[in-house]
């Protein structure tokens, strides 16, 4: 059984949680450094940074000078698992268009905030997600970003037309600009859990 961790400072948290718990994994809601440490008889296979307002965790962790920023880099950058959706994405994000607002700058990516604009311009689409099969996953999009740029070494999972990226991986780092844990549908919850279960097998 893996354990996944879910920053849970503000935003949907609740809601990945008990996708991942319905799929088997054990989850565990984290709001202090010490829970991301890599020593600990309890550590965790994986993070999931939800969806919420980016400025607001941005306040509560100190434009991302907070110890669990570090703890969690640190942990990115040894190889565990990270999915961003939404506000996680922008986290993720090397570059916020525009902004000079904390980040975690672990993903290769460019992001756009609030793209499509305000809250009541949110909206839901079916989404062509190649790597999920058929068929089609019902998006919910609210006050999303956009991938505008990917590096080289990151793979584009998902569009809205031909330009606008809104679902791209980077090894062990998932982004999404969608909120998947407010479907029915737990296939990217699924896909996450794929990707934890290929690190687990790398690390031993």
Known sequence: MYKIGILALQGNFAEHQHKLEALGASTV??????QMADSDSDRLDALVIPGGESTAIARLTDEGNAPIFGAIKERALAGMPIWGTCMGSIFLAKEIEGSSQGRLALMDIKVRRNAFGPQKRSFETQLSIPALGEPDFHAVFIRAPLIVHVGESVEVLASLG???IVMARQGHLLA???HPEMTDDARVHQYFLSMVEAAKKIAV
């Not at 809601?29 to 010490?34: D, I, K, L, S, T």
Request: aromatic share 16%; glycine share 0%; proline share 0%.
């Open 29 to 34: 809601q984290v709001r202090y450094a010490h």
């Open 162 to 164: 031909d330009e606008q």
């Open 176 to 178: 999404s600009s969608f």
